[in-house]
């Protein structure tokens, strides 16, 4: 007698195991709320989709923020070069980019959806597009799942992958972990991963869209350093954002207490080294103010902040400028001070931190360990990982992994 197998969710996670399940002969049925597959799949590296990362799978763990270890079976089972196999074995050209990135050859995430519908019609997996489960439970050890139209379906395995809850705009609006819970399964604390920082500071508006490159941001707890990230971000109207800031938020988002940011300007140069660049420029520009002497070696709008965290007056003049004033200087420019005030809402992550509780799931299958015949994968477990197509892989990874043992 065939298996009928129930997928909820069709992203990632829920394609990959609505294939691997239909591939090994069940019936299975994949329930997705949108008109499409793979909603949140189409706005991945800015709408060209970062498939996964080139780099050697045993680099990944490096990359896993939660509970590394409970990926090693799925990473390990399915990874990087076999989902790069199954897209251009259903014609899906890609190509490594910087960080080891891949993504579509023609820089069309649709072309990536198109690969996984041909996968999923190859298999034999049926896909309800525009259905909405409104809940769902379990019934003589049937798993009934209720749409919000009142159709009951009825299945034998039930694999939720009904992402995190981040991005509601693509239906991932955390509906899985309230089935999870009527299952009896603990959520941890949802929190917003890679997300940008909201600052305190009054001058924002007279920073906001200034872009910087080759910046070190460091992050301090109990005057510790937590983490540093070194390369580009932008100011906005609420605070910072852009790759290190997003990387930087999943390294801080579990702090107890708010932590202090310092943002260096010229990591690439020691004290010693900026401060004989200092005399240089100060030698040029000897009969110049202060607040006209730093062009060379900032930007613009920067330098009225970085002279008033000095405490020098701007309008004194280079020569006049002690050496404590010009150390002073130093350290504003290599640590200069940004006031965190918390981070934007859930629904502006990318990925979502928190969610199933992983010694609830058993890592070599993705089965629950409270209700037999139960799977979860992908973003609705507690594992979240840095940019660069690592959260993807790992949603293909333990999809699959759900797939081939239902």
């Given at each position: 007698m065939t298996t009928r197998v129930g997928v909820i969710g069709g992203g990632p996670a829920g394609i990959m195991a609505a294939g691997a399940a239909a591939g090994r002969g069940h019936d299975v049925t994949l329930i997705e709320?949108?008109?499409?597959?793979?909603?949140?799949?189409?706005i991945t590296g800015k709408g060209r989709c970062n498939i996964t990362n080139a780099s050697p799978i045993s680099e990944f763990f490096d990359n896993i923020i939660s509970n590394r270890e409970f990926l090693y079976s799925s990473l390990y089972t399915f990874d990087n070069e076999a989902i790069i196999r199954l897209l251009e074995s259903y014609g899906l050209n890609t190509k490594v980019e910087r960080g080891n990135r891949v993504f579509p050859e023609s820089d069309k995430s649709s072309d990536v959806i198109k690969a996984f519908q041909k996968y999923l019609d190859h298999m034999g997996a049926e896909v309800l597009l525009n259905s909405m489960v409104s809940h769902v439970y379990m019934e003589d050890n049937i798993f009934m799942v209720v749409l919000t139209t009142g159709e009951k379906m009825q299945f034998d395995r039930l694999v939720i992958a009904t992402g995190g809850a981040s991005y509601p705009a693509t239906g991932s609006e955390g509906d899985g972990y309230k089935m999870a819970?009527?299952?009896g399964h603990t959520v941890t604390e949802l929190k917003p991963s890679l997300v940008p920082i909201e600052l305190e500071e009054p001058w924002l508006k007279d920073l906001m869209g200034l872009s910087l490159k080759n910046v070190t941001l460091r992050a301090y707890s109990d005057k510790k350093l937590i983490h540093e990230e070194f390369g580009e971000m932008i100011f906005t109207h609420f605070g910072i954002s852009g790759p290190i800031v997003l990387t930087m938020s999943n390294h801080i988002n579990r702090l107890k207490n708010k932590p202090v940011l310092t943002l260096d300007l010229k990591p690439a140069l020691d004290d010693e080294t900026l401060d004989n660049r200092l005399l240089r420029d100060f030698q040029e520009y000897k009969n110049k103010q202060l607040k006209n002497a730093l062009n060379d070696l900032l930007p613009q709008k920067l330098i009225p902040l970085i002279i008033q965290v000095s405490g020098i007056y701007p309008e004194k003049t280079v020569h006049q400028i002690t050496r404590e004033e010009r150390s002073k200087l130093l350290e504003a420019i290599k640590a200069f001070p940004l006031q965190f005030k918390g981070f934007r809402p859930l629904d502006e992550a990318i990925v979502t931190s928190g969610g199933i509780k992983v010694q609830e799931v058993n890592p070599s299958t993705m089965e629950s360990r409270i209700?037999?015949?139960?799977?979860?994968?992908?973003?609705?477990?507690?594992i979240d990982a840095l940019t660069g197509g690592y959260n993807l892989q790992i949603a293909y990874s333990t999809g699959y992994l759900a797939g081939i043992n239902v």
């Open positions: 709320k949108n008109k499409q597959l793979g909603k949140k799949l189409f819970r009527a299952f209700v037999p015949g139960l799977y979860f994968a992908g973003e609705i477990i507690d």
